[in-house]
């Protein structure tokens, strides 16, 4: 493969190499059919096998039963899945809870407020979004709790969910999909789009509890409707093939590195190496997350003592190869987000920048 960087970026993300490559092969031909799988008809035999593996491999690297989920490849990013929960889930008369961890959360309320009673049953913006919520109050008999489990521009991360009851849970997951062992038969719904741990942008998956589904509103618009994909496999109108087709080698990729236990170790020991790096160099570094607890493994997130000095360390860190290190745009600084696929030695190239220009500029 030809020269790469190291690539910061939140999203679309770096994918593994071994994928690309198997990928770059399924686009000039797949299985010695003569056709390029951008090609193939998603009715055919090639693309059934492709869609097929995908949705055991998913279901088997997050400990889930096909007895009890639906694996469901959907479009519209996670930002339309703001709009679908609420309207497959949640009616005039019932309420919503909300837990606004961050940018992403509280668009996700704002969008449920169109379809019913959703409320913020708990926020961290008084404090910037610079940890999670501390408190959270349930309301008796609400239709489902909604929660962000990684927050891709402020850098926190769940990592003990809320206790709900016996409320359904439903989770953005997003931007720490795959990234870390969880029990995820404690979600009803989870849903998160591909592009940062998974695959290319395209394609959202979504984990939904068959019997959460039982509960849902029928008088929803069929192509927005969780029962047609459901009944269907995701395949009631053309789904995104090739993005899925490039899901199924990342969970190859996955399952071979030694499924999620053995990709949590290396990201934590990624986060932890690039922390360090900011706390030892504090407060000419100021990372964001006032929490340590709270710290994203997939999105660090930092600011300088000295703003004046952040062109010259973007600079510096394009000069050494490593691109995608903005914040973004709504909060400015520093973020390097480090997803599964990112290399150690990556991140460790970033260490030794931040550690050296601390020790020139400071």
């Not at 359904?168 to 870390?180: E, N, T």
């Not at 942008?201 to 019997?211: D, I, N, P, Q, W």
């Not at 509960?215 to 192509?223: E, H, R």
Request: hydrophobic share 40%.
């Amino acid at each position: 493969m030809s020269h790469r960087i190291y690539n910061f970026s939140a999203g679309p993300a770096i994918l593994p190499e071994p994928v690309l490559d198997e990928a770059a092969q399924g686009v000039r031909e797949i299985n010695g059919s003569g056709m390029s799988l951008l090609e193939v008809s998603h009715r055919g035999k090639d693309y059934e096998a492709i869609h097929a593996d995908a949705e055991q491999r998913l279901l088997r690297v997050m400990g889930l039963s096909g007895e009890e989920y639906y694996p469901l490849f959907l479009q519209g990013g996670a930002s339309l899945q703001f709009a679908m929960v609420p309207m497959n889930f949640l009616t005039p008369e019932q309420t919503a809870d909300y837990v606004v961890s961050g940018d992403w959360g509280a668009k996700a309320l704002k969008e449920a407020q169109l379809f019913g009673g959703a409320r913020e049953a708990a926020t961290s913006k008084g404090e910037g979004y610079s940890e999670l919520p501390k408190e959270f109050t349930r309301t008796p008999g609400a239709r489902y709790v909604h929660i962000t489990t990684n927050n891709t521009i402020e850098g926190t991360e769940y990592f003990a969910l809320p206790d709900v009851g016996e409320t359904p849970l439903v989770a953005d997951a997003s931007s720490d999909f795959l990234a870390l062992q969880r029990d995820y038969g404690k979600f009803s719904l989870l849903y998160a789009g591909a592009q940062k741990n998974a695959g290319p942008a395209g394609v959202t998956m979504a984990l939904l509890r068959k019997s959460f589904l039982e509960t849902a509103n029928p008088k929803v618009a069929k192509i927005l409707s969780y029962r047609t994909y459901a009944e269907n496999r995701s395949l009631y109108n053309t789904p995104p093939t090739f993005a899925i087709y490039v899901v199924g080698l990342v969970l190859k990729w996955l399952e071979g590195e030694g499924g999620l236990e053995a990709i949590e170790a290396r990201n934590r020991q990624k986060a932890k190496v690039l922390y360090d790096a900011l706390d030892e160099h504090a407060p000419f570094y100021q990372p964001t997350v006032t929490d340590k607890g709270d710290r994203s493994l997939m999105n660090v997130t930092w600011r300088l003592h000295d703003p004046a000095l952040e062109g010259e360390l973007l600079a510096e860190a394009k000069k050494n190869g490593m691109d995608g290190l903005k914040g973004h745009r709504s909060v400015g600084g520093f973020r390097a987000s480090i997803y599964n696929a990112f290399p150690v030695k990556g991140v460790q190239a970033l260490a030794d920048l931040l550690r050296d220009f601390a020790q020139r500029k400071g």
